[in-house]
């Protein structure tokens, strides 16, 4: 698949959370083991990674495709609660921020999920979603275990975005393809935690 790119439906990170979020990182480097900061211009809450698809897949079904599953989807919310180790604070690969999602966007997630594993020639992942921002990576492939810390912030979901991920000289590049606004009604349901 010569023509594949790389692409993956996020929301972005606005500065109000990404500002403060790198400040701490940044602040907080001298304590960790050695990681690789992602750029600021890279943050983002993947939703559905998407893996290699075909562009002209992505152009003539996909984009439609998520189109129609997001005309009726309103925005929501994303409560960070804590910085992490992850997949497993024993033996992260990843710092985290992570959180959870209000109803509307747990199901949003869940939507453009099962509404895009037709058109993939793999389903998206169907693991439970944990809903968290990447701010670094580990260069140690065996870190030590991390203790989280708590960090509160909340995301507003106002958009899905489609992103492409292409290589680049300190590591890949994200630039965003498509945008689909939410409908401007406020999610007001809340959410609790898991």
Request: hydrophobic share 40%; aromatic share 6%.
């Amino acid at each position: 698949m010569a023509d594949a790119i790389r692409s993956f439906l996020a929301v972005p990170v606005g500065q109000s959370v990404a500002e403060p979020l790198m400040a701490t990182v940044n602040a907080s480097t001298h304590a960790l083991p050695p990681l690789r900061v992602t750029p600021w211009a890279n943050l983002h809450l993947t939703l559905v990674f998407l893996g290699a698809v075909p562009q002209r897949v992505l152009d003539d079904q996909v984009i439609p495709r998520v189109g129609e599953l997001l005309a009726d989807a309103r925005p929501g919310r994303i409560h960070f609660r804590q910085v992490a180790g992850f997949p497993d604070p024993g033996r992260p690969r990843h710092l985290v921020l992570e959180g959870y999602a209000s109803p509307t966007i747990e199901t949003l997630q869940r939507t453009l999920r099962e509404g895009l594993a037709g058109i993939l020639d793999h389903a998206p992942q169907e693991q439970q979603w944990r809903p968290h921002i990447t701010v670094a990576h580990f260069r140690d492939r065996r870190p030590r275990a991390i203790t989280a810390t708590p960090w509160q912030a909340e995301l507003p979901v106002a958009e899905v975005c489609l992103y492409e991920s292409e290589p680049g000289l300190h590591g890949p590049v994200y630039r965003v393809r498509e945008r689909w606004p939410l409908a401007q009604e406020p999610d007001e349901a809340g959410a609790t935690a898991p």
